[in-house]
């Protein structure tokens, strides 16, 4: 993983991308027991996001370092590694207000877990749903936390609808 951190930290620097933050299962591992993934998510925040090869810039950037696409992603290392673009104002909020961690020496920016909670309340999936019990199991954040940030991004409904069906038992 440390690969995976000096290759964003270079890709900021350079100018490549304007930020980014690690989220989901990697995310999740800084608040919670360690969960099974196979690659690592990161937001990034660009430069010019409505280009038409929004993702380009980055490819090329890698392409240059060694790093091959696979499949969705770039193997940078051992790890696949899913860039994707902010894709929403939550998303974007998520990459500005991203904690500085460390991994493995390096400091790597990752989402707040209230936003990978309310990020995760909008996509709704079920692995999805287990990662916001976890992050609440933990409590890395709290259901105002995620109550009030989901409020803000517009999400109440799936809040609601995601309490009702989880935590009022």
Request: with cysteine.
């Amino acid at each position: 993983m440390k690969t995976v951190i000096e290759l964003l930290n270079e890709m900021k620097q350079a100018g490549v991308i304007q930020n980014y933050a690690i989220f989901g299962a990697m995310a999740q591992m800084r608040y919670t027991e360690p969960v099974a993934t196979l690659d690592a998510d990161v937001l990034v925040l660009l430069k010019d996001a409505a280009a038409i090869d929004v993702l380009g810039p980055i490819y090329r950037f890698c392409r240059e370092r060694g790093c091959r696409p696979r499949e969705e992603a770039i193997l940078v290392g051992d790890w696949p590694v899913q860039f994707i673009p902010t894709f929403s104002t939550l998303t974007e909020e998520a990459v500005r207000e991203a904690e500085i961690g460390e991994i493995e020496g390096q400091p790597a920016r990752v989402v707040t877990a209230r936003h990978l909670a309310v990020i995760a309340l909008s996509v709704g999936r079920a692995k999805d749903h287990a990662r916001i019990l976890a992050l609440l199991e933990t409590e890395a954040v709290t259901r105002e936390e995620i109550a009030g940030l989901a409020a803000r991004h517009g999400l109440q409904e799936k809040w609601a609808a995601f309490k009702r069906r989880f935590l009022d038992v």
